[in-house]
T-cell receptor, first 114, second 111 residues
Framework: NAGVMQNPRHLVRRRGQEARLRCSPMKGHSHVYWYRQLPEEGLKFMVY????????ESGMPKERFSAEFPKEGPSILRIQQVVRGDSAAYFC????????????FGNGTRLTVT | GQQLNQSPQSMFIQEGEDVSMNCTSSSIFNTWLWYKQDPGEGPVLLIALYKAGELTSNGRLTAQFGITRKDSFLNISASIPSDVGIYFC???????????FGKGTLLTVNP
């Protein structure tokens, strides 16, 4: 996991609040991916970004969820008006390219909605 | 959508024993990956397989990409206590980044 940095590690939000999750990819990686893991489940793909571009957001809910990867700074996954069902571990991964390089994951942000 | 059937769900073994787990699918995949996840951590890549029939080792771990491209197995030899964790298979079809994960195999090793 060394290299992909996510913060915060734990985040508690009340229903209706906004959650902002940050991810800095490994050095030299320009491809970032967000996955969500529900308890006792495998990870599920949400979105793929390169610098300033969303490449594939087919796994992301259409409402309340958004992601960005600005030219400068970390990638941000934003969840507006959180609901209890948003409680999960959110993992960011990065790779050197999207074709042959395997994904390397960060340690995740565990979101709890009360 | 595509699904991976990973088995067994959990295993309890004695230190020193060998372990085998596998993943199957009704779909054909181009890549098979095996990850290990410790509690409170992210998945760590153990082995990546890119060709049907490929057999790859990483220390005490060995994994194979099935000839039919619909399955893969992971073997751990001479298990030790630090092998404890959840092992996930993951695969991709056309896009290497859009991984489908199995539900995991929880491994417990009794010293």
């Amino acid at each position: 996991n060394a290299g992909v940095m996510q913060n915060p590690r734990h985040l508690v939000r009340r229903r209706g609040q906004e959650a902002r999750l940050r991810c800095s990819p490994m050095k030299g990686h320009s491809h970032v991916y967000w996955y969500r893991q529900l308890p006792e489940e495998g990870l599920k793909f949400m979105v793929y970004l390169q610098k300033e571009n969303i490449i594939d957001e087919s796994g992301m809910p259409k409402e309340r969820f958004s992601a960005e990867f600005p030219k400068e700074g970390p990638s941000i996954l934003r969840i507006q008006q959180v609901v209890r069902g948003d409680s999960a571990a959110y993992f960011c991964a990065s790779s050197a390219d999207s074709y042959n390089s395997p994904l390397h994951f960060g340690n995740g942000t565990r979101l709890t909605v009360t | 959508g595509q699904q991976l059937n990973q088995s067994p769900q959990s295993m309890f073994i004695q230190e020193g024993e060998d372990v085998s787990m596998n993943c199957t699918s009704s779909s054909i995949f181009n890549t098979w990956l095996w990850y290990k996840q410790d509690p409170g951590e992210g998945p760590v890549l153990l082995i990546a397989l890119y060709k049907a029939g490929e057999l790859t080792s990483n220390g005490r771990l060995t994994a194979q990409f099935g000839i039919t491209r619909k399955d893969s197995f992971l073997n751990i030899s001479a298990s030790i206590p630090s092998d404890v964790g959840i092992y996930f298979c993951a695969s991709s079809g056309g896009s290497n980044y859009k991984l489908t994960f199995g539900k995991g195999t929880l491994l417990t090793v009794n010293p």
